[in-house]
């Protein structure tokens, strides 16, 4: 099996731009759809990015994800950082046999 | 919209089995493109796959968990139901159902239940 590797915390100002990375320990990150959850404190996960780069109806253009083959990693940046956004992400992908979800990053708008 | 909805016993005693429920409104339950699944949350942790399921009757489970769960689909109730036996401590967790319209039964979650809190106590 492999792992998805996310940093703990991220934070940022209103208005400003931020990326959560997501790490694949082995296989291919580029073969291997990543989706993005967004789980606001007390509440469910919500679907912010899936298949890679494709948004949700409704959900603004301000999220957007992004892969990088190099470093078999995803990422999930969020432009104009509104107080809204403060929440756990977390990617998640698959391969053959089993899903996999990363450990969660909490983001802080500060 | 499709919307998921969870429902079971919020307390468990251990050794015994959870069994829960996920009623589905919005869409039929028997849609080919559709994938069904369950996660959990243990409090203060974060999300663990443990299963997906089609209608047509294909699952995959999570390694660690497959000689204890079952997923199934009841098309008749339009529902999805989850059972784990032989439970402790660990499984308690808020349980998600989800609903999946991608790639393949594995790919990932579209959309999302409310969740609900299952404790395991004596």
């Known amino acids: 099996n492999f792992l998805l590797t996310q940093p703990h915390s991220v934070s940022g100002s209103p208005g400003e731009t931020v990326t959560i990375s997501c790490t694949r320990t082995s296989g291919s990150i580029v073969t291997n759809y990543v989706q993005w959850y967004q789980q606001r404190p007390g509440s469910a996960p919500t679907t912010v990015i899936y298949e890679h780069y494709q948004r949700p109806s409704g959900v603004p253009d301000r999220f957007s994800g992004s892969i990088d083959s190099s470093s078999n990693s995803a990422s999930l940046s969020i432009s104009g950082l509104k107080t809204e956004d403060e929440a756990d992400y977390y990617c998640?992908?698959?391969?053959?046999?089993?899903?996999?979800f990363g450990g969660g990053t909490k983001l802080t708008v500060l | 919209q499709l919307q998921l909805q969870e429902s079971g016993p919020g307390l468990v005693k251990p050794s015994e089995t959870l069994s829960l429920t996920c009623s589905v409104s919005?869409?039929?339950?028997?849609?080919?493109?559709?994938?069904w699944g369950w996660i959990r949350q243990p409090p203060g942790k974060g999300l663990e796959w443990i299963g997906s399921?089609?209608?047509?009757?294909?699952?995959f489970y999570n390694s660690s968990l497959k000689s204890r769960v079952t997923i199934s689909v009841d098309m008749s109730k339009n529902h999805l139901s989850l059972q784990l036996i032989s439970v402790t401590a660990a499984d308690t967790a808020i349980y998600y159902c989800a609903n999946g319209n991608f790639y393949n039964i594995l790919t990932g979650w579209g959309y999302w239940g409310q969740g609900t809190l299952v404790t395991v106590s004596s």
């Open positions: 998640q992908s698959y391969d053959s046999s089993t899903q996999v």
């Open positions: 919005g869409g039929a339950i028997s849609s080919l493109s559709h994938f």
């Open positions: 399921a089609s209608y047509s009757g294909n699952t």
